[in-house]
């Protein structure tokens, strides 16, 4: 036998063996019981697991139990089978429950709108547990399906809804623990006011680029809130004059702001918080900043560690009665005088004297100062705090005894 002979031989033989080992594969899926191969075909991406279907007749329906349904569209040109395709899924889905639904779509018009709140509505009936979605809409309002609203296996909502979202008379989310609002255009004052007070048991909220230009004043209040999250964009703002948001937060131990303090924040009965971002520019009216910051810092009562921008410091500084030859904030904040033991100033180019006179209280043990402090002029603090230099970070800590 020639060499090429001896080569098609070896190569026939090699398919035979992996041809084998595939069938013994195979036949070694086929005898497993029916509760792990659900459990297998859950963790691939959705189209995977319905593509399971086509293996043999076992499997033809085994995926229309899978818990979890995740659905991104992707080229326009297969929108309508992308629509279909979800429409498909959730007729076909048996009568178990559907843990967790993922939905990223485009709503371009009104058909789209009812399709949408259609499959929203399925999650529901399937007692659906997580729900997050995306919702690029062309219209200037949207509104999900009541039932959302009150669902009692909820206990995690996340979406995106870059317009004014209409809300329905009656939210109460008994078990929703974790709630993320992302590019929503509140309403009304009394509508956006029953979804934050419909909450009674949500731990972690964050409000991320949303639009407050329609409302006067709205608290938030839920017991068991341990973490807030605010992130506001300045191009979402026109309103001079704001939107009052009260919270209300005796649970609460973080609490972060990113933004230009369009709004006038203000915490009561914080006496759990620990630990507080404040990151901002202020690129509104100096005095306008002044009493929103001197607000918002006059709620932080028991706050120990407390990390600022160099624009949350300015706005500490036009808080400082100019006045006052002392440069100090009058009354000062209960957290200078009591429980703040860490200040962390980032993002600064230059820090002097009467930026950082009013932040250090009684009870301070550590300022530390973070990305490229290129000057420091302290000369209040000689004696009380010494400095410590390693690359581009700056500490000034109380010296002991």
Same mark, same amino acid.
């Given at each position: 036998?020639?060499?090429?002979?001896?080569?098609?031989?070896?190569?026939?033989?090699?398919?035979?063996?992996?041809?084998?080992?595939?069938?013994?594969?195979?036949?070694?899926?086929?005898?497993?019981? =029916?509760?792990?191969?659900?459990?297998?075909?859950?963790?691939?991406?959705?189209?995977?697991?319905?593509?399971?279907?086509?293996?043999?007749?076992?499997?033809?329906?085994? %995926?229309?139990?899978?818990? !979890?349904?995740?659905?991104?569209?992707?080229?326009?040109?297969? #929108?309508? *089978?992308?629509?279909?395709?979800?429409? #498909?899924?959730?007729?076909?889905?048996?009568?178990?429950?559907?843990?967790?639904?993922?939905?990223?779509?485009?709503?371009?018009?009104?058909?789209?709108?009812?399709?949408?709140?259609? %499959? @929203?509505?399925?999650?529901?009936?399937?007692?659906?547990?997580?729900?997050?979605?995306? *919702?690029?809409?062309?219209?200037?309002?949207?509104?999900?399906?009541?039932?959302?609203?009150?669902?009692?296996? $909820?206990?995690?909502? /996340?979406?995106?809804?870059?317009?004014?979202?209409?809300?329905?008379?009656?939210?109460?989310?008994?078990?929703?623990?974790?709630?993320?609002?992302?590019?929503?255009?509140?309403?009304?004052?009394?509508?956006?006011?029953?979804?934050?007070?419909?909450?009674?048991? *949500? =731990?972690?909220?964050?409000?991320?680029?949303?639009?407050?230009? !329609?409302?006067?004043?709205?608290? @938030?209040?839920?017991?068991?809130?341990?973490?807030?999250?605010?992130?506001?964009?300045?191009?979402?703002?026109?309103?001079?004059?704001? &939107?009052?948001?009260?919270?209300?937060?005796?649970?609460?131990?973080?609490?972060?702001?990113?933004?230009?303090?369009? !709004?006038?924040?203000?915490?009561?009965?914080?006496?759990?918080?620990?630990?507080?971002?404040?990151?901002?520019?202020?690129?509104?009216?100096?005095?306008?900043?002044?009493?929103?910051?001197?607000?918002?810092?006059?709620?932080?009562?028991?706050?120990?560690?407390?990390?600022?921008?160099?624009?949350?410091?300015?706005?500490?500084?036009?808080?400082?009665?100019?006045?006052?030859?002392?440069?100090?904030?009058?009354?000062?904040?209960?957290?200078?005088?009591?429980?703040? /033991?860490?200040?962390?100033?980032?993002?600064?180019?230059?820090?002097?004297?009467?930026? $950082?006179?009013?932040?250090?209280?009684?009870?301070?043990?550590?300022?530390?100062? #973070?990305?490229? &402090?290129?000057?420091?002029?302290?000369?209040? $603090?000689?004696?009380?705090?010494?400095?410590?230099?390693?690359?581009?970070?700056?500490?000034?800590? /109380?010296?002991?005894?």
């Amino acid at each position: 036998m020639d060499e090429s002979g001896l080569n098609q031989s070896s190569k026939k033989h090699k398919l035979n063996e992996e041809q084998g080992i595939v069938d013994g594969n195979t036949k070694c899926l086929e005898n497993l019981p =029916e509760e792990i191969l659900r459990y297998i075909i859950s963790l691939l991406p959705t189209n995977d697991a319905v593509r399971t279907s086509i293996l043999c007749k076992r499997w033809e329906y085994l %995926w229309t139990s899978i818990p !979890n349904l995740g659905f991104k569209i992707g080229s326009k040109a297969k #929108r309508k *089978l992308f629509m279909n395709f979800v429409e #498909r899924v959730l007729l076909l889905h048996d009568s178990s429950d559907i843990k967790q639904f993922i939905l990223y779509c485009d709503v371009l018009h009104d058909g789209d709108a009812s399709r949408i709140k259609a %499959w @929203i509505s399925s999650a529901v009936r399937h007692n659906v547990q997580e729900l997050v979605f995306k *919702l690029n809409i062309s219209e200037e309002q949207f509104s999900l399906p009541h039932c959302l609203f009150t669902c009692v296996t $909820l206990t995690k909502l /996340r979406f995106y809804i870059p317009c004014v979202l209409k809300l329905p008379p009656t939210i109460y989310f008994t078990n929703l623990k974790i709630l993320s609002v992302r590019n929503v255009t509140f309403s009304d004052d009394h509508s956006t006011q029953k979804l934050f007070s419909g909450l009674p048991v *949500l =731990e972690e909220m964050f409000l991320v680029d949303c639009i407050w230009v !329609n409302l006067t004043a709205v608290s @938030i209040s839920s017991p068991k809130l341990h973490c807030l999250v605010i992130i506001d964009d300045e191009e979402n703002s026109n309103d001079e004059d704001g &939107c009052q948001v009260m919270i209300f937060g005796p649970g609460l131990k973080t609490f972060t702001y990113y933004g230009p303090l369009c !709004n006038d924040y203000c915490l009561y009965n914080s006496c759990s918080l620990e630990r507080v971002v404040i990151n901002f520019d202020p690129r509104k009216t100096a005095r306008q900043v002044a009493y929103r910051m001197y607000r918002l810092l006059s709620g932080l009562s028991t706050v120990k560690k407390l990390k600022l921008s160099s624009g949350a410091v300015e706005g500490i500084d036009l808080s400082v009665n100019c006045k006052n030859a002392d440069a100090i904030l009058d009354p000062v904040p209960p957290c200078f005088l009591s429980h703040l /033991r860490c200040i962390k100033v980032y993002c600064c180019a230059e820090v002097q004297n009467q930026l $950082l006179h009013p932040l250090v209280g009684q009870v301070l043990e550590v300022l530390s100062f #973070r990305f490229s &402090c290129l000057f420091l002029n302290l000369p209040f $603090l000689a004696g009380r705090l010494r400095v410590h230099c390693s690359g581009i970070t700056s500490t000034l800590m /109380r010296p002991e005894g």
